[in-house]
């Protein structure tokens, strides 16, 4: 959605996720909402900490498995260097401990 019809304060959503169609699906849904706005999109756990750091998203949405660091990872490290960055991750895989190690690592979320 342009910038001009969006809400004067938006929630800023960096998309972490190593397929692009879905990163690009995620990214268009997300945009139609007038209130997100997708201020980075990256496709390897390495890439989450500096575009968060760049970007200053108030919400990460990271896949589990990413090449490089698994968003697990990334979002412990997130806690740390963006303490005010929720982190929500997102899987097609079931696991056993992923919940709880999410959890751990700081996630607000788990989808």
Do not use: N, W
Request: hydrophobic share 50%; proline share 5%.
């Amino acid at each position: 959605m342009p910038r001009e019809h969006r809400a004067a304060k938006s929630i800023r959503v960096l998309l972490a996720e190593d397929q692009g169609m879905m990163r690009g699906a995620l990214a268009l849904l997300l945009g139609l909402e007038e209130d997100i706005e997708v201020v980075a999109q990256v496709g390897t756990g390495d890439a989450i900490v500096g575009a968060a750091l760049e970007s200053r998203p108030d919400v990460a949405l990271l896949d589990i498995e990413l090449p490089g660091i698994s968003g697990l990872d990334a979002a412990a490290l997130l806690r740390e260097e963006t303490p005010d960055c929720r982190v929500l991750i997102l899987t097609t895989f079931g696991r056993p401990g992923y919940l709880r190690r999410a959890m751990e690592a700081g996630a607000a979320g788990f989808l």
